[in-house]
């Protein structure tokens, strides 16, 4: 029969790449409940409206990436493509506005976009995120851009760069809009098909394109725009980063793809990693939690994709952790008393594997060695015989004093 495989753009996370993703999250609670972050993780879908409001129905994510399907009550859902309306969805709905603010939070969880396939862009990704709502002061926005370089610097991600910028208002950025149309449209013969087919729905995209790039550099920036409070912003966050030491550059042509950002917006970038450069990325979304329905609330935060954070680190290739005791035995009579010692074992906090495949007692051996066991117990009836595989020591002991002996062997006991 044809065989069945994972679906196009989905991997399987196989137990030698497990050890370097709970890196990230052992790093990345690390990181973020030192900061007063707390873990949430909200559901796998949403009502598709959340989304549509949250993100924006003029964005690429809403528009051709959303996993989306009818439940059977006819109500349409959608599979999370990103993580922060979720959270603000969630801020509301428990009422977390009467907390102490700013509310942070983190999460680590798998979202889903349609976008074709390659190296570092899957349509099952990870990404570790952390969102601060309920404050404007640029400290926070600060602060969450240090934790994100902190996080990348923790887990070795190598030939990190930093951009930010600012896009101010939805006032200022709806006036901006406009004059940029009108810069597109007097320059429409040298654009390509896809910057022209979306300068009315999402004009800011040009400035994602390789192609538009000489006719972005002449078009006017958002960021001379700004109103003087939302420069004022700006350049506190410009001032705290550079109090804290973390190198960045302005670069006003940088948008995101989602449309609920106000103010800061960045991104971390990494030269390892080819066409699908960003690491991580966030802003500021001050107008987030009003457009799904919550009362006026400001909040930042970002989200790093797992998969480019660990293709872009240092991967020292990790053993797996040593067996302390393996349990052989000699005939099938002995297969129950190695089961109950196995646990034992593991109950008074050893690692220990137990035959599992009838192998002959030469057999047995040859895999205690292939799993780097400690010792060997072989079971044989009477008493048990305990080898010391590092010494090759091998002695007599009762039954009930193998685990005792191994204790002490291993500097437990
Ligand atoms: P975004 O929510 O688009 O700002 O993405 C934040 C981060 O998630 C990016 O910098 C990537 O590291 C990661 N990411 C986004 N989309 C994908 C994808 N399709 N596959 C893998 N990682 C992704």
Known sequence: MRKVQAPRGTFDVLPDDADAREAVEREARRVLEGAGYRRIETPTFEATELFARGVGEATDIVRKEMFTFEDQGGRSMTLRPEGTAPVCRAYVEHGMHKLAQPVRLWYLSSFYRHEAPQAGRYRQFWQVGAEAIGSDDPAVDAETVVLLADLLDALNTHGVRLRISSLGTPETRAAYREELQAHLRAHED?????????????????????????????????????????????????????????????????????????????????????????????GRYDRLVELIGGPATPGCGWAAGVERILLAADRPPVAPPPVDLYVAFTDDAQRAAALKLAGEARRAGLRAQMELAGRSLKGQFKQADRVGARFVAVLGGGDTELKDMESGEQRTVAGESVVREVLRGRGIG
Do not use: C, W
């Not at 109103?227 to 966050?237: N, R, S």
């Open 190 to 282: 040298d654009l390509p098909r896809d910057v022209r087919d979306r300068i009315d729905l999402n004009p800011l995209r040009a400035f994602d394109s390789a192609e538009a790039a000489p006719v972005m550099r002449e078009a006017p920036k958002l960021l001379d725009r700004l109103t003087p409070e939302d420069a004022e912003h700006f350049a506190e966050v410009r001032r705290l980063l550079e109090a804290a030491d973390v190198p960045h550059e302005v670069d006003p042509t940088l948008v995101r793809g989602l449309d609920y950002y106000t103010r800061t917006v960045f991104e971390f970038e990494s030269t390892e990693l080819g066409a699908q450069s960003g690491v991580g990325g966030g």
